[in-house]
């Protein structure tokens, strides 16, 4: 079936995740610890939700519910992502290649109000017809779940839609919604790789012609 649709994931896709670094950074500095590197490899292009579930856990911070983790690092994200964001390389072309030819979506684990002061950054925000966040679902990537509700909306079959991604929980999600998937890996992981049915080097690498 000839693709209708492209769905994007955001962060490390469309935008460069320093307002996510950031504010990692700073909920670490909070809980009086360093960055974990190691530990952020286990997190990525999970949801504020995940994230903060996780550095809790592998921290055991005392004095602090999860729950007040989770606030804090959405307040942290979103002061970070009001200021300025860097689009991934290709990420213009590409929008402007495939709008008006197919329809466009991006479903992101970052919270609404973050994907909204983005895209809005970018001039982006008119080419998408829907813009779905993890928090709306009931439960975030790995699970299909937000990619199947941005497909419903859209009235596109899954096997009619192509998601463009660049994390493994973004890849693994998209496969379990029955879509095609584009990886451009933001950090090495041959997993991503062997998941994916196709892998570019960048967004720019992407054409018209590539969709199924």
């Known amino acids: 079936m000839q693709t209708r649709a492209v769905i994007f994931d955001m962060d490390d896709t469309l935008i460069r995740s320093s307002g996510w670094r950031a504010a990692e950074e700073r909920l670490y500095r909070h809980l009086g610890r360093p960055f974990d590197a190691e530990v952020a490899t286990l997190y990525r292009g999970l949801s504020v939700e995940g994230v903060a579930r996780v550095i809790y856990e592998h921290q055991q911070p005392s004095g602090i519910t999860l729950d007040a983790c989770i606030r804090l690092l959405r307040e942290y994200l979103l002061e970070a992502f009001a200021g300025p964001l860097t689009p991934m390389p290709g990420a213009a072309g590409l929008l402007r290649r495939l709008h008006g030819q197919v329809t466009l979506a991006v479903a992101s684990g970052s919270p609404p109000d973050a994907i909204a002061l983005a895209l809005a950054q970018q001039g982006w925000a008119p080419l998408f017809a829907v813009v779905f966040s993890s928090e709306g679902v009931a439960r ?64 720019d690498a992407i054409s018209l012609e590539d969709l199924p």
């Not at 199947?148 to 998601?163: I, M, Q, R, Y």
Request: proline share 12%.
């Open 140 to 203: 975030g990537k790995p699970a299909p779940d937000v990619f199947l509700a941005t497909a419903d909306w859209l009235g596109v079959p899954p096997e009619a839609t192509v998601v463009i991604e660049d994390s493994l929980v973004g890849v693994q999600a998209a496969l379990r919604a029955g879509m095609t998937c584009f990886a451009v890996p933001s950090a090495p992981d041959p997993e991503i790789g062997a998941a994916a049915h196709r892998t570019f080097p960048s967004l």
